[in-house]
Every structure is written in C-alpha cells, then in structure tokens.
C-alpha cells in the first residue's frame, strides 16, 4: 500500500540500519504513519547470557532505546519498540504478519565480498520470504534535504519495468511514490545487448534494435494506460539489465532517486526476486523498493 499505513523498519544496531531507520521515520513522517521499530537477538546469544546471569532482555531495550534516540528524526515519529529472541528473518515477518505492516525497511550492506553474508543473512532472506514490499537502504544513504525531517528533495522515482512481466506493479507503485514525494517518474525498460560470434554481430544490433522500437511502442500504451499525474520520462536502455538499471537510479549529479522494482507475492509464481534483481541491490547507492504486486 503506497502512502504505507504502519512501517515496520528492522534494526540490528549498525550503521547499515541506522541509514534504513531514518528513512524510515521520514517517510513515516511524510505519511502520518506508525513507525515499529524491531529488533532480534539470537537465539544462542539468548541462551548465553541466560548461563552469565545477564538480563538480556533489559539490556537489548535499553540499546534499542539509545539507538533509536541517535537516529534523528525517529524518536519524533513515537515509535513502538519490539525486541525478541529469535532468527532475525522469523522475527521481522511474524511480527509484519501481526501489525499488518504495508512496508518493511531494512537496510543492505551490498552482495559481494565479506558483506555478502550480513546481506543474505537477514535482508536476502526477507526479499526471498517477505509477503509485503521490503525497502532496501544502502548504508551510504542520506537525506538530501537535512533542514527537514521528511523525505523532501528526494526523487525522481524510477520504475524498473519489464513489459513482459507484470509491469504495472512497479509502474504504478512508482507512480504512487512519485506522487507521495512530489517528484517526477521515469520508467526504464533495459533491452539486453545479445553476445555472439564476431560474424553475427550485425544480425544481433539490428535484433536489439527491432526489441528497442517495439519495447518503446509496449511501454508508450503502458504509461498511457497509467495515467500518472505527475511528470513521466519513458527510457528504453541497451545494455546490461542490472548495471543500466543502477546508473539509472545514480546520486550523481546532485539526484537522491528511488528505484523500484517489481515482486509478486511469495504465494505466486517466481514470486522471489531474481539475479537482476539481486544485482541491482548490490551496486546501486539508491534506495531501492522490491514492492510486492500482483
């Protein structure tokens, strides 16, 4: 649901979800929302400091609470706090389940060398399980605008689509942020180059081109049928489908996008997000919205 209703962001005391906590209290503040702030210890370390005579669940509210308290504007927001022990990944979603959480705001390290375990530990986990849209928050981000406490200056949103593949969830999950941030869309198709022989190069340019005109053609009366009421910049690109995706959505050049991609439910089929998918999480310095559609 875009304006989400009831956030839930998933902490586990680093910087990473320290950037994902703050834009999640200013798109909580944006919305008028309520903001859950959870976060799960292990079940070992649980048991660890049962066997040390430590109260661990004092201990975590505590932490929870300072964390919180260093996370400008979060404490504003009047957050619900929840600890638990348990597997980070089964905490999160029981407790979604049980708010009834539109959105899950978790922040992402990268997926390539020594970070690829921290991601796919608990963030992979919940874009492969989650049955609600996930926001991924890289650990560089910043708000573009600190003289505010919202999301202002953020944008535009971009919107990876694929016209043979349920496009309208992101298309329209972008429209609606887009219009949520007051910013304009650009929705991007990306028509992969086809690697051959030397020999063929001429037959596969003059295949990508023909993709190129009719991709055009398939988003034109899919952005028609969207009717967004904000500014919409249709982009076909050739190229690498991750990588093109990413420099899309890049802060350069003093832009602050949101890239949003499209998800079916867990329940559907291939509802987990793909390697394109994957991919674009672990090089782009954007948020990006894997957002659950039909």
Known sequence: MIPPRTILSAVDFSETSRAALIFAARLTRLCSAQLHVVHAEHPLLGAAALHAGIDLARETR?????????????????????????????????????????????????????????????????????????LVVPT??????????????????????????????????????????????????????????ERWRAHAEAVVRERVGLARQQMDSLVQELGCSVPVELRVEVGAVPERLAETGSTRDGRAPLIVLGKKARHSPGGAPGTIAYRVLSIADAPVLMHVGP
Request: glycine residues 10%.
């Open 140 to 197: 560089a981000w910043t708000a573009p605008r600190q003289d505010t406490s919202d999301l202002s200056g953020v944008g535009p949103v971009i919107a990876g689509v694929d016209p043979a593949d349920f496009p309208m969830a992101s298309m329209k999950a972008g429209c609606a942020l887009a219009t949520l941030l007051s910013t304009s869309l650009e929705v991007v198709h990306v028509v992969p180059h086809l690697p051959v022989l």
């Open 62 to 134: 505590d932490e929870l609470n300072t964390f919180v308290a260093g996370a400008p504007p979060t404490a504003a927001c009047a957050p619900q706090l929840h600890t638990a022990n348990g597997a980070a990944v089964d905490v999160v979603l029981e407790l979604a389940r049980q708010l009834r959480a539109d959105l899950i705001v978790v922040g992402g390290r990268g997926m390539s060398g020594a970070e690829r375990l921290a991601f796919g530990s608990t963030t992979e986990g919940l874009l492969r399980r989650s049955e609600v849209s996930v």
